[in-house]
């Protein structure tokens, strides 16, 4: 018997191998084609013209896509690669090899719609008995955009901006009109004096200038229009609506998880049993404000009524408690620390007053945002006035309704059932993030704009939740899809 096996790397075939008996039978790849082979691509296709030549399948495209993603490949010339060198990539596009500025395209032009594909992916897992989608848990996590944080500017720098480019074309112009005075039609250039600039780097130039001028012009026009929807002054300073980045207007300096400041975007999830529900992108810099957007989304995809919603103190407000209220929605969601007066304040209701732990009183002075502001009238000469506050009195607002629902929200998840569910909190989102971000590698945005974003943020989700179904067909080969 030979020593070593037989080596033959020129070996011809009578009939070419079908690529998928080159790869294991259970790889991953099946289970992405035979999902996609049965959804609905109507919302993709229709992106599509009739004019012009044949375009890839939009089908081996996405699987694709969907094989990149949950390997953590995104840079669409590695995907590119990928299809020339990996048999699961040839496969699932039918060996064909579109460049990478075809699925870059892909990606940034004909996923507007992806949401309607991956709500088909949720009735599957709902289907498999995969998910509750009566009952979940939303989060936000910051992912840094493709933009530097240098690039951000607000109206000053904008008008001082376009003050320097202004010049720049004015400049311009009246050195070609001394040439002109000069020169006439002849081509004075070549006797032109040393000090003169070179006509070429000089129209090149002025070209740039009109460009950087002109994105300057939409940029102010779009803080002035942040500005006008702004519904108070307060509105008004947010840094979202003050400023603007100009590589990545639709993104906003928020700050990360490591305490740094970057150009990103705030991705919000809703998950049930870590398989994702809906998801969708904003550039606030807190999450307060998502929760009724993320409802909506979740029951507009799961066509399935919230009875439960669990979330971080991030998410709770006197508005969105009462939104839930409203809704019929049981919420569990710890109120934040600062959601009520100082307790060294006891209240006088009858005075409608504080008292200090001094004896000092605060009296009622005017509403402020729904809240009533107290002010100290007591306060000259108290021993602990530099350690109250830094004014010449103390005061501070209360919200009593806000207080109200605080207090009953505490009692609710000191019980038993309300820590038993919030805790349910930790393992059903939380993981979904650490997938997304350290298993898949999705730590900043590849595209620009939102609409190409959350095409970007759509995609690592459907991985994840093609993951999580090809997990629980090799855990029960019977329920293979």
């Not at 904008?158 to 009109?177: G, N, P, R, S």
């Not at 130039?205 to 702004?230: G, N």
């Given at each position: 018997?030979?020593?070593?096996?037989?080596?033959?790397?020129?070996?011809?075939?009578?009939?070419?191998?079908?690529?998928?008996?080159?790869?294991?039978?259970?790889?991953?790849?099946?289970?992405?084609?035979?999902?996609?082979?049965?959804?609905?691509?109507?919302?993709?296709?229709?992106?599509?013209?009739?004019?012009?030549?044949?375009?890839?399948?939009?089908?081996?495209?996405?699987?694709?896509?969907?094989?990149?993603?949950?390997?953590?490949?995104?840079?669409?010339?590695?995907?590119?690669?990928?299809?020339?060198?990996?048999?699961?990539?040839?496969?699932?596009?039918?060996?064909?090899?579109?460049?990478?500025?075809?699925?870059?395209?892909?990606?940034?032009?004909?996923?507007?719609?992806?949401?309607?594909?991956?709500?088909?992916?949720?009735?599957?897992?709902?289907?498999?008995?995969?998910?509750?989608?009566?009952d979940?848990?939303?989060?936000?996590?910051?992912?840094?955009?493709?933009a530097?944080?240098?690039?951000?500017?607000?109206?000053?720098?904008?008008?001082?901006?376009?003050?320097?480019?202004?010049?720049?074309?004015?400049?311009?112009?009246?050195?070609?009109?001394?040439?002109?005075?000069?020169?006439?039609?002849?081509?004075?250039?070549?006797?032109?004096?040393?000090?003169?600039v070179?006509?070429?780097q000089?129209?090149?130039?002025?070209?740039?200038?009109?460009?950087?001028?002109?994105?300057?012009?939409?940029?102010?026009?779009?803080?002035?229009?942040?500005?006008?929807?702004?519904?108070?002054?307060?509105?008004?300073?947010?840094?979202?609506?003050?400023?603007?980045?100009?590589?990545?207007?639709?993104?906003?300096?928020?700050?990360?998880?490591?305490?740094?400041?970057?150009?990103?975007?705030?991705?919000?999830?809703?998950?049930?049993?870590?398989?994702?529900?809906?998801?969708?992108?904003?550039?606030?810099?807190?999450?307060?404000?998502?929760?009724?957007?993320?409802?909506?989304a979740?029951?507009?995809?799961?066509?399935?009524?919230?009875?439960?919603?669990?979330?971080?103190?991030?998410?709770?407000?006197?508005g969105?408690?009462?939104?839930?209220?409203?809704?019929?929605?049981?919420?569990?969601?710890?109120?934040?620390?600062?959601?009520?007066a100082?307790?060294?304040?006891?209240?006088?209701?009858?005075?409608?007053?504080?008292?200090?732990?001094?004896?000092?009183?605060?009296?009622?002075?005017?509403?402020?945002?729904?809240?009533?502001?107290?002010?100290?009238?007591?306060?000259?000469?108290?021993?602990?006035?530099?350690?109250?506050?830094?004014?010449?009195?103390?005061?501070?607002?209360?919200?009593f309704?806000?207080?109200?629902?605080?207090?009953?929200?505490?009692?609710?998840?000191?019980?038993?059932?309300?820590?038993?569910?919030?805790n349910?909190?930790?393992?059903?989102?939380?993981?979904?993030?650490?997938?997304?971000?350290?298993?898949?590698?999705?730590?900043?945005?590849?595209?620009?704009?939102?609409?190409?974003?959350?095409?970007?943020l759509?995609?690592?989700?459907?991985?994840?939740?093609?993951?999580?179904?090809?997990?629980?067909?090799?855990?029960?080969?019977?329920?293979?899809?």
């Amino acid at each position: 018997m030979p020593k070593f096996k037989t080596y033959q790397q020129n070996q011809s075939y009578l009939l070419p191998p079908s690529l998928a008996d080159c790869l294991p039978k259970d790889h991953i790849c099946f289970v992405i084609n035979n999902i996609v082979d049965g959804l609905d691509l109507a919302p993709v296709e229709k992106t599509y013209s009739n004019i012009g030549a044949s375009a890839y399948p939009p089908g081996a495209l996405i699987k694709v896509l969907f094989l990149a993603y949950i390997q953590g490949i995104r840079s669409s010339r590695k995907i590119e690669a990928k299809l020339c060198q990996d048999i699961a990539f040839r496969f699932l596009a039918g060996n064909a090899t579109p460049d990478h500025g075809t699925i870059n395209l892909f990606r940034k032009s004909h996923l507007a719609n992806l949401k309607e594909i991956f709500a088909q992916m949720i009735a599957l897992a709902d289907g498999m008995g995969m998910v509750d989608l009566s009952d979940i848990s939303i989060d936000g996590t910051k992912i840094k955009a493709n933009a530097g944080k240098n690039n951000t500017v607000n109206l000053k720098q904008i008008d001082d901006y376009k003050k320097y480019f202004e010049k720049v074309m004015w400049e311009a112009d009246k050195i070609d009109e001394e040439e002109d005075k000069k020169f006439g039609n002849g081509r004075g250039y070549d006797a032109m004096p040393a000090h003169l600039v070179d006509p070429k780097q000089r129209q090149k130039a002025l070209e740039s200038a009109k460009r950087k001028l002109e994105k300057l012009r939409e940029a102010e026009t779009r803080i002035k229009e942040k500005q006008e929807k702004a519904q108070s002054k307060e509105d008004k300073k947010f840094r979202k609506n003050s400023t603007i980045n100009l590589t990545d207007p639709d993104a906003n300096l928020l700050k990360m998880k490591d305490e740094t400041f970057k150009v990103g975007y705030n991705a919000q999830i809703a998950a049930s049993k870590q398989f994702i529900t809906a998801y969708d992108l904003n550039n606030d810099p807190t999450d307060t404000r998502s929760l009724p957007d993320m409802v909506r989304a979740t029951e507009e995809n799961t066509k399935t009524k919230i009875k439960i919603l669990k979330a971080d103190a991030g998410y709770f407000s006197k508005g969105n408690i009462e939104y839930l209220e409203s809704k019929n929605i049981n919420g569990y969601i710890p109120p934040q620390k600062n959601s009520s007066a100082n307790n060294d304040f006891k209240y006088d209701q009858a005075k409608d007053e504080f008292v200090c732990s001094q004896g000092k009183r605060l009296v009622f002075k005017k509403m402020d945002r729904g809240a009533k502001q107290y002010w100290g009238v007591e306060c000259d000469g108290c021993p602990k006035l530099a350690e109250c506050t830094k004014m010449k009195r103390k005061s501070f607002n209360y919200d009593f309704e806000l207080a109200r629902v605080s207090n009953e929200m505490r009692q609710k998840l000191e019980t038993q059932k309300g820590k038993s569910k919030y805790n349910e909190r930790m393992a059903e989102i939380e993981p979904v993030f650490g997938d997304i971000k350290h298993n898949r590698g999705f730590v900043s945005f590849l595209c620009r704009g939102k609409a190409a974003a959350l095409a970007e943020l759509g995609l690592a989700c459907a991985a994840h939740n093609l993951v999580k179904i090809f997990l629980r067909i090799q855990s029960q080969p019977a329920m293979a899809y």
